[in-house]
């Protein structure tokens, strides 16, 4: 019997980024550092796989990083006014919500109140 596993390619489109930022959520989070990524299941000519059943454990990891709204409850004022000036702009909420993950993984050095309010900034001009 064939067994199916998850990629980064597969985990990336079910979280809703792109491979890269998987790709990079692993080098960042290390096996040793202090909030690691799942280690693979598999590696197959070095590339990883996950089960497929282990996709909500990735998924708890992701919400756990830093900046993320771990605790659950009601969004930081600054993400209430990025919100608020996304949809002004148009996109939904879960749009905005996509950009800002893409934002945060970009630029790991900024704080996630600091990237919206210059993702606020931008769009004032």
Wanted: proline share 7%; hydrophobic share 40%.
């Amino acid at each position: 019997m064939t067994e199916h596993f998850l990629g980064v390619l597969g985990i990336g489109e079910a979280l809703g980024v792109s491979r890269h930022a998987v790709h990079k959520w692993r080098s960042r989070y290390p096996s040793d550092s202090t909030h690691p990524f799942p280690e693979p299941d598999v590696e197959i000519d070095g590339a990883p796989g996950w089960r497929a059943d282990r996709l909500d454990e990735i998924v708890r990891w992701r919400n756990g990083l830093p900046g993320r709204g771990a605790g659950g409850g009601r969004p930081s004022a600054a993400r209430q006014e990025y919100l608020q000036a996304a949809a002004a702009r148009g996109l939904d909420r879960d749009e905005a919500l996509r950009a800002l993950v893409t934002f945060t993984e970009e630029f790991p050095e900024m704080t996630e109140p600091e990237l919206c309010a210059w993702l606020i900034e931008k769009w004032r001009f």
